[in-house]
């Protein structure tokens, strides 16, 4: 979602500033602007890709070592040059790029209009800039004072940059939910949305705390103050830089690369050696998430329940957080995060907190404001995901959760959990065999001539059908919905003829005979019938047109498995389709805002 890339130092401002914003690109966005302090004040924006406002610079002012950098993702106002950041004030003294959503804005707006403001875009960050404007005409206030006092008077989440035309060799910089990174180099000081665009320039960053804001001068030198203009001091952090930086190493997207990457991702989590300390009670668990995170929730439910025998409840945080849930000190709450920022989860992780409940979570990014919440973490170490599908970041939230499966059946059957280890320890080496050996080209052809699929599966092989479907979906736009296999027959067999693929999830377990009398269901209604299995399943002649076969994994493992096709199938789809896999329509990477 939104990004931000602003520079303040002795070197050119632009080329820094664009070259952060491509690498924020797969955030999710729909326009881009920058604005430049070279004298006077350069304000370039553009609807579309980064691409466009490049093309649209050539030939204009861009010199300057002050610089705002922002991709939106629109949330109030359509995308067009008008919505794009930065925004600015009335006078045009105050300069703004905001990630987030102001709530209030309508009411601001209206005490604005009424105050003789005029508003030129539909966005709630142009509330924000004039409204700075204001309090500082009106109280005389220093820019730092008028900035804090506005903080107060928002609702919501924000990430701001904001340049002030009367004092232009400074900047500001401050944040409330949505993530902010204060980069530290000499001389010069950086801020972006996250720490990945800023890791080929410094090192040192500062991940600024909610209600604080940064004031910083071209000479790289920053204070850091809370709202009551109390100065204040934050950690400072290393950041790795072949940690962040990423390329596509040959393949044809990111997302394709990440899918092959599983096994070194599997690898890396193995040997880190996270132990996750589970030593105070809980009489159950709640594992809140969204997405292909609440899958892996989902999964780990089903696994859990079966064989540590806990209760275990699995909630999408932007239900759980308005549902006012019953809650207490004897719940643990576990939040699943790639990104560490989705907006939900943490709202829901804070409401846990709030109740008293044990906080854990499992997260990709270090340093995510989840990471911070929470009482304990875990943390994925899938590196860093770029395509906005989520893929490896998937595969290791589930061995993160057979992990914890793992410490929560150690001391109860210690058979088991040897057991476990053993199938851990040879996943790696044995999922890169079935990325090398499965084709899903006929698959991958077959669903690109269609509309809509279905996707069926029982037990852990439902949340993986769930998974498939919205890996399809999100990157083909093919209408596709995951199932639990005995509910088909409660509404979705309705859809049934000769145009719907029905993508059967068949591994070798219990749920075998039922999963094959479904299939057997769609077949007699002419359904076009696909299904990925596990070797020892012998399909009845002539059931599937077409299908993937891949090894026999222990029950606990096989759902890492099965992900791996309906990786493959949604990406080799989308391609066929010609679409952007890793920059899908209208989707963000991270979702700052609820
Ligand atoms: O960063 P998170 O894991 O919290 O993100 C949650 C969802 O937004 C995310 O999983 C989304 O569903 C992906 N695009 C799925 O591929």
Redesign the pocket.
């Known amino acids: 979602m939104c990004g931000i890339m602003a520079y303040i130092g002795k070197k050119q401002a632009y080329p820094i500033l664009m070259n952060g914003l491509k690498k924020l690109e797969y955030r999710g966005y729909d326009s881009s602007g920058v604005a430049l302090m070279n004298g006077s004040l350069s304000l370039l924006k553009k609807e579309g890709k980064v691409s466009v406002l490049e093309d649209f610079a050539i030939n204009k002012k861009t010199d300057g070592n002050i610089g705002l950098g922002h991709t939106r993702w629109a949330t109030h106002g359509v995308p067009s040059d008008i919505n794009a950041h930065p925004h600015q004030s009335q006078s045009g003294r105050y300069t703004i790029v905001h990630n987030g959503i102001i709530e209030n804005h309508d009411h601001l707006r209206s005490m604005l209009i009424k105050k003789g403001y005029h508003f030129h875009s539909e966005t709630d960050t142009e509330v924000m800039v004039q409204l700075v404007e204001w309090l500082q005409t009106k109280y005389r206030l220093s820019t730092s004072g008028a900035l804090a006092r506005a903080l107060e008077m928002v609702e919501g989440s924000f990430a701001i940059v904001l340049f002030d035309l009367h004092y232009p060799d400074q900047l500001w910089a401050a944040r409330r939910q949505s993530p902010l990174v204060l980069g530290i180099g000499p001389g010069e000081l950086y801020i972006s949305s996250d720490a990945m665009p800023l890791a080929e320039y410094i090192d040192t960053v500062i991940y600024l705390e909610n209600d604080t804001f940064a004031e910083m001068n071209d000479c790289g030198s920053y204070q850091l103050y809370d709202l009551n203009l109390q100065q204040v001091i934050q950690p400072i952090s290393k950041i790795k830089q072949d940690e962040l930086i990423c390329d596509m190493q040959g393949f044809s997207s990111f997302m394709e690369k990440e899918i092959h990457e599983q096994p070194k991702a599997i690898s890396r989590l193995l040997n880190a050696g996270n132990q996750v300390g589970l030593d105070q009670d809980f009489d159950r668990i709640i594992i809140t ?7 892996s929730g989902l999964i780990a439910k089903y696994l859990f329940e079966k064989y540590a025998r806990i209760n275990v409840e699995v909630e999408y ?1 932007s239900e759980f957080r308005y549902r006012n849930p019953v809650l207490s000190s004897k719940d643990l709450v576990i ?8 907006a ?2 943490i709202a829901a992780l804070e409401l846990a907190k709030e109740n008293g409940c044990q906080t854990l979570a499992l ?3 270090k340093n995510s404001t ?1 990471s911070r919440l929470v009482d304990q973490s875990v943390f994925l170490e899938a590196g860093p995901e770029i ?5 490896k ?2 595969t290791n ?1 589930l061995v993160g959760l057979i992990s914890i499966l793992n410490t929560l059946m150690g001391k109860s059957n210690p058979e088991f959990s040897k057991q476990l280890n053993n199938e851990l320890k040879r996943l790696p080496m044995a999922i890169d065999r079935v990325l090398k050996s499965i084709d899903v080209q006929k698959v991958s052809e077959l669903l690109s001539h269609a509309r809509n699929a279905l996707f069926l599966g029982r037990g852990t092989m439902y949340p993986i059908a769930l ?1 498939g479907a ?2 399809l979906k ?2 083909s736009y093919i209408h596709a919905e995951g199932y639990p296999a005995g509910e088909m027959k409660h509404g979705p067999i309705a859809l049934i003829d000769e145009n719907m693929p029905v993508i059967a999830i068949c591994n070798d377990d219990e749920h075998l005979p039922k999963i094959l009398s479904n299939v057997e269901e769609v077949k007699a209604r002419k359904g076009k019938i696909i299904v990925i299995k596990s070797k020892n399943v012998t399909l009845p002649k002539g059931l599937a047109d077409c299908s993937i076969e891949i090894p026999d994994f222990h029950e606990v493992i096989a759902p890492i498995a099965y992900a791996l096709p309906l990786q493959l199938i949604a990406h080799d789809t989308a391609s066929l389709l010609n679409l952007d896999v890793d920059k ?1 329509r209208n ?5 700052t805002v609820e």
């Open positions: 998430a969204c997405g292909t995170s609440w899958h945080a939040g699943i995060s790639q990104s560490g920022e989705t939900d989860t997260v990709n990014v989840i395509g906005v599908a989520s893929t970041a998937f939230q998974e919205l890996k999100e990157i899908p989707l963000a990477k991270s979702v």
